[in-house]
């Protein structure tokens, strides 16, 4: 944009040279009728010469339209200089005055509910750039805020409501355990520790989110694969009770974190598949270099459409798939929170025949892992 106003000034400017030597030079006729009438007798000459005026009007015209032609290209030349001169120099400037605007959009980009701690704290003089960067970062501080209250509300609500609901459960099960009690009463026992354990499960889910939302204290290697077969032995019961046939493949894989939160993250996958299968059905866990950790399951054929909500809190495929199930909405989300939590990236896609693959990527010791381009239909988060 500095360029062309520039080069449109240059030409303007050119324009106004050209007409103004233009006027000024004489014409021919003129400059041969001063000359023809205005030279005085040579006293060494009688007499005179005689001057034609025809060629001294053509020599005049000659030379004005040469003085013309020579202006144009001089000063064609010279615009061609001085806008390249200005496109140079017009880039640097802007690039200067918009770096501060580069520097805002990055952090903008850069940042998450997870990773509310940047800042831009742009440093210069106190213009309309550093009143924006100002404004941004105390936004920032407020977001930031209101963010750690919520999540220390919710960790501090699932912390207190944890010790009402033990005391419930133990007043119910010594009510049951009284042989003077009803059937009715066993069954209404029955309820309410279904009731009861499907809320301590919600409270502990939600405090697993909680912790996993606030980020990692420490980083520890731990060997991922042994990780995963220790939940694969312990879901040996659920697995044979939902007649699921359960195959894995690992192969040794150590990463840098939390190992009581990728030990949940390998349950709530590994129990996702198998609540949402079908009798008959079958659930694949691989454990690799690249991706660390994939679990496939047979069951339902799930649309693209519905896969955004997989990672939702509280949030299922449909009321079908819901119905008769005992989770409280908050695997996925869990592992969405843990895998940020590890600086990595999850992915979900349909499974061909029916179900679900779910592919998680983790940054192993001293390495980042390299992700490609999601294929179609697959969520990344």
């Known amino acids: 944009m500095f360029s062309g106003l520039f080069l449109l000034a240059g030409l303007a400017l050119l324009m106004i040279n050209y007409v103004v030597v233009n006027e000024t030079l004489p014409d021919g006729a003129g400059v041969a009728r001063s000359i023809v009438e205005g030279v005085p007798p040579d006293p060494r000459v009688n007499p005179p010469p005689k001057m034609d005026s025809v060629i001294v009007s053509t020599v005049a015209q000659t030379y004005r339209a040469s003085t013309m032609r ?5 000063s064609g030349i010279a615009l061609i200089g001085a806008a390249a001169i200005a496109a140079l120099l017009g880039w640097l400037t802007a690039r200067h005055a918009l770096r501060p605007l580069h520097t805002i959009t990055a952090t903008a980009r850069r940042l998450e509910a997870e990773s509310l701690d940047r800042r831009i704290n742009l440093e210069g003089p106190d213009d309309e750039l550093k ?48 042989p003077t009690a009803s059937p009715e009463l066993l069954r209404l026992g029955q309820h309410l520790l279904h009731t009861n354990e499907r809320s301590e499960r919600l409270i502990e889910g939600l405090l697993v989110l909680a912790r996993s939302d ?9 060997r991922l694969d042994e990780v995963t077969d220790t939940v694969l032995r312990s879901a040996g019961g659920m697995a044979a009770e939902q007649g699921v046939a359960v195959a894995s493949r690992l192969e040794p894989r150590t990463v840098v974190g939390d190992h009581v939160l990728l030990e949940r993250l390998v349950t709530n996958l590994v129990h996702n598949a198998l609540h949402y299968n079908e009798p008959g059905g079958s659930v694949v866990v691989e454990v690799t270099a690249e991706p660390a950790l994939t679990v496939t399951n047979t069951g339902p054929v799930v649309s ?27 695997g996925l989300s869990i592992v969405r ?14 499974n061909l025949g029916g179900g679900l693959r779910i592919t998680v990527h983790l940054p192993g010791i001293n390495r980042v892992p390299s992700f490609d381009q999601a294929p179609a239909e697959t969520l990344r988060v």
Request: net charge neutral.
């Open 131 to 178: 009143e924006l960067a100002d404004t941004f970062d105390r936004m920032l501080d407020r977001l930031a805020a209101s963010f750690d209250g919520q999540k220390r509300f919710v960790a501090n609500a699932s912390h207190e409501l944890r010790t009402p609901l033990a005391v419930q459960r133990t007043l119910i099960e010594v009510a049951m355990a009284d």
């Open 337 to 350: 929170s843990i895998v940020k939590a590890h600086n990595g990236v999850v992915y979900a896609e349909p």
């Open 214 to 222: 606030q980020g990692l204290v420490s980083r520890l290697p731990v």
């Open 304 to 330: 693209a459409d519905a896969l955004p909500g997989l990672f939702e809190p509280f949030r299922r495929l449909d009321r079908t798939r819901a119905a008769g199930r005992d989770g409280a909405g908050l």
């Open 70 to 74: 020579q202006l144009v290209l001089a």
